[in-house]
Every structure is written in C-alpha cells, then in structure tokens.
C-alpha cells in the first residue's frame, strides 16, 4: 500500500488562499450577511408580536362583544317585560271603563225607564180620570134625562145641603 502525502507547498497555497477568501468574506460579504438575518430575524419577532397583539384584541373584542350581547339581552328582557306589564295594565284600565261605561249605561236606562213608568202611570191616570168623567157624564145624562129624575136629583142635594 501506498501512503500519498500530500505536498507543503500544496497545503501551503491552499491554506493561503482560504484565508484570504475567509479575510475577504468576514471584510464585505459577512456584516451584510449578518444584518440580512437579523433585519429577517426582527421582521420575524415583530410579526409575532403584532399576531400576539391582534390576537389579544381579537380576544378583547369578542369579550366586549359578548358582554354586549348579555347586555342586549337583558334590555330586550327588560322591554319586554315592561310591554307585557304595560299591556295587562291597558287591558285592566280598558275592562275598568267598560264596566264604568256600561254601569252608567245601565243607571241611565233604569232612570230613564223610571222616568216612562211615571209618564205611563200620569198618562194612565189622566185617562182613567177622563174615562171616569165620561161615564159619569153619560150616567148623568142617563139619570137626568127625564124631568122626575131630575127632581128627585135635586131634592136629595137639597136635604144633603141642609143636613150639613
């Protein structure tokens, strides 16, 4: 077997030249390099941090969100309570009114039937009294058609006359 070293002046000129190539990278091309990643790194680091921030909001936002629902609600509830309330209330005032209503209404037809019944009996009376008139008219005339009736008619006032 056979060992193959390799030469000095070989290693030497390779030796040189990575050191030059690495003196001339660290000199131009590694700071660029460097700030490039960081520039990323930063733009990287900021990006998480805005999602954080976006994400915290969005969490605040739903939770305003939800408290603003509960508070929708519970006003809804509310209204709609009170309309319930105001509406029972209507129809009690409105069934108090019409009872009130329709009382007077009766109270007024009692008077006024009251009212009838008296002009009825006054009327009945005038008639039974001018019914009356007319059949002692016509007994009158009936008694004292005849000259003896008539006599006698007057006789008798006469003695009730004296009597007194």
């Known amino acids: 077997m056979d060992l193959v070293l390799p030469s000095v002046g070989l290693m030497f000129w ?27 790194e930063e733009k990287i680091n900021n990006a998480l941090e805005a999602a954080e921030k976006a994400q915290k909001e969005m969490q605040e936002l739903q939770s305003k969100n939800e408290d603003l629902l509960k508070e929708a609600r519970a006003e809804r509830d509310t209204m709609m ?32 039937i009251e009212m009838e019944k008296t002009a009825a009996i006054a009327e ?28 006698a008619l007057a006789d008798k006032l006469a003695e009730d006359i004296n009597l007194n």
């Open 124 to 151: 009945l009376k005038a008639q039974v009294a001018s019914i009356s008139l007319e059949i002692a008219e016509r007994i009158l005339e009936g008694e004292l058609a005849s000259d003896s009736k008539q006599k």
């Open 14 to 40: 390779t030796t040189l030249v990575f050191a030059i190539l690495l003196f001339l990278l660290a000199k131009y091309a590694w700071k660029p390099i460097l700030g490039a990643v960081k520039a990323r």
């Open 81 to 112: 309570k009170e309309a319930k309330e105001t509406s029972i209330r209507l129809v009690e005032e409105a069934k108090a009114k019409s009872k009130e209503e329709a009382g007077k209404i009766i109270e007024d037809a009692r008077k006024s």
